[in-house]
């Protein structure tokens, strides 16, 4: 394998990874801050995709729909969390399972209602389509490249909410102790619905950025919404350093295993069977990664940081 | 000379009888047929399903015997839910005759079974290989293809198209392995490399750099629904500038208009399009628009062809009556949309396979006939089959 693929692909694992990071950031922070486990956080990816295919076909601006994504997603999880998620909190894991869950289906068929369910279209804008030339030769698609950067980009900003500011303090206070911070005049419920709108925001906001090179249709949610569970129980849940961690590292085990494991098996086997084993064995390796992680560090990488 | 004539007279009553009896069970005789459709409606590859089941209502619509039932149930695309609904139809809801499943892994979990059970299976889509050959049952009927066909057309085609060094990749599932078997099967080239992709994969960003880096001089691929807009769009935003051709599942109507602009150009391979010139197809493309208000797609024609397999059959035999059902249904006696149509030994079909071109009319991204890849084609499994 040469050079340029290689670096090719480390490119790919890290723009699936801050990807990955901007979902998994959202659901880490929801589950630390408030100890929900929010199944419908892929509805919220799903809804952020569907306004910007609409406000794109409205407008033509790009930067229009990513703000409407931005928008719909934060406004959708705070009406959820008004509505519906405000009664979970006291309760079990399994009913909160089962209430978010249900909100994935309620999701699923009221945009097949509105939307139907055939894909919508969403594309590249001009000033970002085809690829360019990096130093030693890469071609790389310029719109990936901004995914990288926005990412990175949207993983500093959250830091610095966290540590610098102040709804960053009682976020923090928020998941030490609710009821000392609530004692302390913190008006905890109006503080939930912010962190749940910041969640919903970013998984929208990564829907948009996806669904622009991906289809945008009914269920996109779910299958991102599996690998950003395994990046938080990777990476600690509760702590955004271990989101990111844990993002890039699935993005480079998923993108990495998928290329070298079949050339790996090539080597010995016959070409077909080596693509089968190789592939088969390729998705299964982030869960293997897990399970390693796990067995050394029962609570996730940085799990005892939150 | 005198037993001749006899035997002459008798079989002309015989034949008039006959003949006046398939007048009299296509009227008021006609037994009622409980169908029980079983396909996907919800989630990821919902556009399919809803598609074969619009193009099956429409035919019992426009058929309007007033002696067919249908149930229809979602499979969400999971093969424990599909075989759940399969025992809850044949054990409670006691339907003659399923139909509607769209993948393949969700077929084997339900067809075998269901033949099994004496139910008459019609396969409006998937046709994995393993039903075709040692596999095939009496009771199975494929009405759209065997899973091979439409890539062994693709294959077929690249050598016309005079590609020596393809890129090949599909999903590790049966309907996957089935395609790149298919397309190596009629390509007489080289491979550049060869793929297999997780099912319901959405960034193909790695296959890409692969295919870049690879010296392919052209990328054949089988990745059906939303899998073949995300591979499309990425392809045409990675700058790689090979031809590419595929089966029609990636081009079809149905995902046409969110792939855009990437998709113009592509040729594909399919038995059906809504420009194949007869009767039946014309009337078949305006009915579906008039009543959906979209064009029909691949699997709504499959859907239609289906319904009207079994109305054909249903004017010939009483479902009760199960080898002269079969023998009706094997026959094929009804007006296919896609031209020529024909069961092979297998219960497959022997049909066309036409070479497609994606083109834009008005705001409108469909398909344009532009040649023929294979005739009268029928599977390789069939030789396998001992039916």
Not at chain 1, 193 to 212: K, N, R, S, Y
Not at chain 1, 225 to 244: E, Q
Not at chain 2, 141 to 152: I, M, S, T, Y
Request: proline share 3%; aromatic share 8%.
């Amino acid at each position: 394998m040469t050079f340029v693929l290689f670096a090719e692909q480390v490119l790919n694992g890290l723009q699936l990874g801050v990807m990955l990071f901007l979902m998994a950031s959202g659901l880490t922070l929801v589950f630390g801050v408030m100890g929900l486990i929010n199944l419908a956080h892929g509805s919220l990816y799903m809804i952020g995709a569907f306004a910007a295919a609409v406000v794109a076909a409205a407008t033509g601006s790009f930067l229009l729909a990513l703000a409407a994504s931005l928008a719909a997603a934060a406004a959708a999880g705070a009406i959820v969390e008004i509505l519906v998620i405000r009664r979970l909190y006291a309760r079990d894991h399994l009913d909160q399972v089962l209430a978010t869950f249900a909100l994935i289906l309620i999701f699923s068929e009221g945009t097949r209602w509105i939307f139907g369910s055939f894909p919508l279209y969403l594309n590249v804008p001009d000033y970002l389509a085809g690829p360019i030339t990096l130093p030693g030769g890469i071609q790389y698609p310029l719109y990936r490249l901004s995914l990288i950067a926005i990412g990175l980009t949207v993983a500093g900003m959250l830091y610095l909410m966290i540590a610098r500011t102040r709804l960053g303090i009682q976020i923090r206070a928020g998941e030490a102790d609710r009821e000392m911070i609530a004692a302390l005049g913190v008006d905890i419920s109006r503080l939930y619905t912010i962190v749940f709108a910041i969640g919903a925001a970013l998984a929208g906001l990564a829907g948009a950025l996806v669904g622009t090179i991906q289809s945008v249709q009914v269920g996109m949610g779910e299958p991102v919404l599996i690998l950003a569970f395994v990046v938080i129980v990777i990476g600690g849940i509760g702590s955004i350093k271990g989101a990111l961690v844990g993002a890039i590292l699935v993005g480079l085990t998923d993108t990495l295993g998928g290329v070298l494991l079949p050339r790996f098996f090539a080597t010995f086997m016959e070409n077909s069977s080596a693509t089968s084993a190789g592939s088969a064995l390729a998705s299964m390796l982030i869960y293997l990664l897990m399970a390693a992680v796990l067995f050394l560090r029962p609570k996730g990488l940085f799990g005892d940081a939150a | 000379m005198k037993f001749k004539l006899i035997a002459a007279a008798a079989s002309a009553v015989a034949l008039g009888t006959a003949m006046l009896g398939t007048a009299a069970t296509a009227g008021a005789h006609m037994s009622d047929v409980k169908v029980g459709m079983i396909t996907t409606l919800s989630g990821g590859g919902a556009g399919l399903g809803i598609d074969v089941r619009d193009g099956f209502m429409l035919a019992v619509k426009m058929a309007d015997t007033g002696h067919i039932e249908v149930i229809i149930e979602d499979d969400q695309r999971k093969p424990d839910i599909a075989v759940q609904l399969a025992d809850k139809m044949i054990q409670s809801e006691k339907v003659d005759i399923m139909t509607g499943i769209i993948w393949s892994n969700l077929a084997m979990a339900v067809v075998p079974s269901a033949t099994a059970q004496g139910k008459i299976y019609l396969s409006p889509n998937a046709g994995p290989s393993a039903l075709a050959g040692k596999g095939c049952h009496e009771n199975y009927f494929n009405v759209a293809w065997q899973n091979d066909n439409l890539h062994e057309a693709a294959g077929a085609y690249a050598n016309s198209a005079g590609y020596k060094n393809s890129f090949i990749l599909a999903p590790n599932y049966p309907a996957g392995q089935d395609a790149l078997t298919g397309y190596k099967r009629q390509y007489a080239g080289e491979l550049a490399g060869e793929l297999f992709t997780q099912l319901g994969q959405k960034d193909y960003a790695a296959e890409l750099a692969q295919i870049r880096a690879s010296d392919a001089d052209s990328v054949f691929f089988f990745l059906p629904g939303g899998m073949g807009i995300s591979f499309l769009k990425q392809y045409a935003d990675s700058g790689i500038d090979l031809p590419v051709v595929g089966p029609a599942f990636s081009f079809d109507q149905g995902i046409l208009q969110a792939v855009g602009d990437a998709a113009l150009g592509v040729v594909n391979t399919s038995q059906w399009n809504k420009d194949i010139d007869n009767a039946a197809n014309k009337a078949f493309v305006e009915a579906f628009q008039a009543e959906y208000g979209r064009l029909p797609s691949l699997y709504a024609s499959q859907g239609y062809d289906t319904a009207n397999l079994l109305i054909s059959a249903m004017g010939k035999a009483d479902i009760h009556d199960a080898d002269a059902f079969r023998a009706a249904l094997k026959e094929a006696d009804f007006e296919s949309v896609r031209g020529d149509f024909a069961f092979g030994n297998n219960h497959h079909p022997i049909q066309d396979i036409y070479v497609r071109e994606v083109i834009k009319e008005g705001d409108v991204y469909t398909n344009k006939i532009i040649g023929v890849a294979l005739e009268d084609h029928q599977d390789v499994y069939a030789a396998d089959c001992k039916m």
